[in-house]
């Protein structure tokens, strides 16, 4: 059974940083990262890193997420600078093994405000 246990997160001021981690387990991960759900907003992708490396970003974020992952550890990182309030919302971990199944964590939130 997969298991996500995500870490990180939190408040911080405009311009900040926080870094979120997400360790998985229970399978082959080919396709792992990060959504998020704002209040009133649909959940939307804001990165994801295959096990090759491939990454794809919203368009949000690129310049201020860094997606990485430690294959070895099933750990995927997002490192988030230059926060801004519209980046306040639920971020969630994200995951899709090998047969296809999306696996997702609890959530933690993120808030940017002053």
């Known amino acids: 059974q997969v298991q996500l246990v995500e870490s990180g997160g939190g408040l911080v001021q405009p311009g900040g940083s926080l870094r979120l981690s997400c360790a998985a387990s229970?399978?082959?991960?080919?396709?792992m990262g990060w959504y998020r759900q704002a209040p009133g907003k649909q959940r939307e992708l804001v990165a994801t890193?295959?096990?090759?490396?491939?990454?794809n970003y919203a368009d949000s974020v690129k310049g201020r997420f860094t997606i990485s992952r430690d294959n070895a550890k099933n750990t995927v990182i997002l490192q988030m600078n230059s926060l801004k309030p519209e980046d306040t919302a639920v971020y969630y971990c994200?995951?899709?093994?090998?047969?296809?199944?999306?696996?997702w964590g609890q959530g933690t939130q993120v808030t940017v405000s002053s």
């Open positions: 229970g399978s082959i991960f080919n396709l």
């Open positions: 890193i295959s096990s090759g490396g491939s990454t």
């Open positions: 994200y995951t899709r093994d090998v047969v296809l199944r999306a696996g």
